[in-house]
């Protein structure tokens, strides 16, 4: 079974860029969310979207946004870019979601370079 | 104060050894506790998964929580060159996982 698929693996991008980060879950689960993992650090949340609406948000700011479509596949989008958000992007998805995160299952992560 | 806190390590253990791994945790209201493993340059991986206090095991692998302490555990017994990654607690706190910083672990043969 396809576990979570990201694209793309590597990107670098230069300061006031923008960027979007794709992400397909495991087939059947419906939530995915993202997180932010800076080197050294754990992941940290970004957002969780569930049957498209979005439905908690991390102490981001608005430069990060995402969406998810019909197929439960899901973008991240980041404007803007300041040298730290050079970082790895992980998706999870969720075969639920709400007031319980439950199982999170993360693909192997979109590792963005800020020069 | 972080949510949680977690040694970093490196915690360097020989082949064989059982290792221990430890999170503390302030909010009370955590009820699910997760240990992940990451390798290298990999996204994390789910190892444990466990609601409110007590043990739960999966082969050489035990997770331990203490709520009462705020305190959980995971215990890796006869460990190996491959479980050489980072670990990393999370606890769910509605929709979003909290995690730990990461415990990175090296096995040695």
């Known amino acids: 079974d396809a576990g979570v698929t990201q694209s793309p693996t590597h990107l670098i991008k230069t300061r006031g860029q923008h960027v979007t980060l794709r992400c397909s879950p495991i087939s059947g689960h419906k939530s995915v969310s993202w997180y932010q993992q800076v080197l050294g650090q754990g992941p940290q949340f970004i957002f969780q979207y569930y049957e498209k609406e979005e439905r908690g948000r991390g102490n981001f700011p608005d430069r990060f946004s995402a969406r998810q479509f019909p197929n439960y596949s899901s973008e991240l989008n980041v404007n803007a870019l300041l040298l730290g958000d050079s970082a790895l992007y992980l998706c999870?998805?969720?075969?639920?979601?709400?007031?319980?995160?439950?199982?999170?299952?993360f693909g192997e992560g979109s590792r963005l370079t800020v020069l | 104060q972080k949510e949680v806190e977690q040694d970093p390590g490196p915690l360097s253990v020989p082949e064989g050894a059982i290792v221990s791994l430890n999170c503390t945790y302030s909010?009370?209201?955590?009820?699910?506790f997760m240990w992940y493993r990451q390798y290298s340059r990999k996204g994390p991986e789910l190892l444990m998964y466990t609601y409110s206090s007590g043990n739960k095991e999966d082969g050489r692998f035990t997770a331990q929580v203490d709520k009462s302490s705020k305190y959980i555990s995971l215990f890796i017994r006869d460990s190996q060159p491959s479980d050489s990654a980072t670990y990393l607690c999370a606890m769910d706190s509605s929709y979003k996982l909290i995690f730990g910083s990461g415990t990175r672990l090296l096995v040695r043969p």
């Open positions: 999870a998805s969720s075969p639920v979601a709400g007031e319980v995160t439950g199982e999170l299952f």
């Open positions: 909010n009370s209201a955590f009820q699910y």
